[in-house]
């Protein structure tokens, strides 16, 4: 049992460069979240998903898509790389009850836009 | 979801009780209250939520007021791995919808 993964751990990218951060679970978990943390700050949300096929905006959604094609996996995409994108991305994943179960994070990405 | 306010850092000696207060003056009716912590660069880490009633588990012990506008979250015997980020979180259980919110946290640094 594996948890959430994040995949790559660490990348650099040189600005208007694109790439894609995948974020996989092995829990059956529902609801699947995209966070970036940037130095000294808390955690700020970007997208989120409550379903296969379902996505939807955070706190701070501009320059990334999302997508939700299978249970498992939530995508986080960068179409055109920019200073400002540099951070550490985390991904969470939670049942998706109503009976409020905890979210589990991955290890994150730490990703430099040069 | 409602907004929560925490002190930036808070020390606390090895052994002792860890008491992390959390405002949430706005909460409402069907939100929860949800502890997270973060150790150093680490994916953060549930530790405990709860409604109305207080509540413990095997990691800490979380302590609501009557009118719900503030909690507490007691760590009994502080160890030196306790050292993290705590972050209160406030939000509603809702079906489809669910935002996990985080904000800025508290520094808790243990010390010897």
């Known amino acids: 049992n594996a948890g959430v993964t994040q995949t790559p751990k660490f990348r650099v990218l040189k600005t208007g460069q694109s790439m894609t951060l995948l974020c996989a679970q092995d829990?059956?978990?529902?609801?699947m979240y995209w966070y970036r943390q940037d130095p000294g700050m808390g955690l700020r949300l970007i997208h989120y998903?409550?379903?296969?096929?379902?996505?939807a905006k955070g706190e701070v959604p501009d320059g990334y898509n999302v997508s939700r094609l299978k249970k498992q996996n939530f995508l986080l995409g960068l179409e055109s790389a920019a200073p400002s994108q540099t951070s550490v991305y985390f991904c969470?994943?939670?049942?998706?009850?109503?009976?409020?179960?905890?979210?589990?994070f991955g290890q994150g990405t730490r990703l430099t836009v040069v | 979801d409602a907004k929560t306010t925490q002190p930036p850092s808070m020390d606390c000696a090895e052994g002792r009780a860890a008491n992390l207060p959390c405002n949430h003056s706005t909460i409402s009716g069907n939100e929860y209250v949800y502890w997270y912590r973060q150790i150093h660069s680490q994916g953060p880490q549930y530790i405990i939520h709860?409604?109305?009633n207080n509540e413990t588990n095997e990691m800490a012990s979380l302590i609501i007021t009557e009118d719900r506008k503030s909690s507490t979250l007691i760590l009994p015997h502080a160890t030196l791995r306790d050292t993290a980020v705590y972050y209160c979180i406030v939000r509603v259980a809702l079906y489809n919808t669910d935002k996990l919110i985080f904000g800025t946290g508290t520094r808790l640094q243990v010390f010897p």
């Open positions: 709860g409604l109305k």
């Open positions: 998903s409550v379903g296969e096929g379902t996505t």
């Open positions: 969470a994943s939670r049942l998706g009850d109503i009976l409020n179960t905890e979210a589990f």
């Open positions: 829990m059956n978990h529902e609801y």
